[in-house]
């Protein structure tokens, strides 16, 4: 899905741009936001870094607001083995619980789906139930939990901070 680009009724879903930086940063540094992503809240420089990568990632997908052309934030959809795809999603604090996710999540899925996929997986963290509950209003079935597989941090002692991880899937019936 090299050259991305869907309109569903407020959005668009498109290739990373220069000009996204400003709102890229605005989510990518809120604590809040990347709480559960394996990557601490960046500076305005490792954004700019940041951004660098996506404009050239196949899996990076920014997600905008039609209206405002306004980063909201952004999907993510790898390429893994036996016509599956990974599906992920970072959104802005401020458009929380508007729909976003779930609208653009769908465009996408429908567009995979379309194109032959046969089954699209999600990861998420127990503690963060508004993802979940996201892949389970999209129709996605948890089929495992993880526990403590995998760890992002170590704590002062440089042990391991251990997290569990949920997984869901969609298939294309």
């Not at 209206?67 to 790898?78: D, F, R």
């Not at 401020?94 to 789906?113: M, N, P, Q, R, T």
């Not at 948890?142 to 899937?169: C, M, Q, V």
Request: with cysteine; proline share 3%; hydrophobic share 40%.
């Amino acid at each position: 899905m090299k050259n991305i680009h869907i309109e569903t009724e407020r959005l668009i879903l498109r290739r990373f741009r220069e000009k996204d930086l400003d709102d890229l940063y605005e989510y990518l540094s809120d604590e809040e936001v990347v709480r559960f992503e394996p990557y601490r809240p960046m500076s305005l420089d490792e954004v700019r870094e940041n951004l660098s990568w996506r404009i050239g990632a196949e899996e990076m997908i920014a997600v905008e607001d039609k209206a405002t052309g306004k980063l909201l934030g952004n999907l993510y959809l790898a390429r893994e083995e036996f016509e599956t795809m990974e599906l992920g999603y970072v959104f802005a604090r401020a458009f929380g619980g508007k729909g976003y996710a779930k609208e653009s999540c769908a465009a996408l899925i429908d567009l995979c789906f379309q194109e032959g996929v046969h089954r699209i997986i999600a990861h998420c963290d127990p503690l963060n139930p508004a993802s979940w509950h996201l892949l389970e209003a999209l129709g996605f079935r948890r089929e495992a939990h993880l526990r403590e597989n995998a760890y992002f941090w170590k704590d002062e002692n440089g042990s391991p901070i251990w997290k569990d991880t949920y997984i869901y899937s969609k298939l294309n019936k």
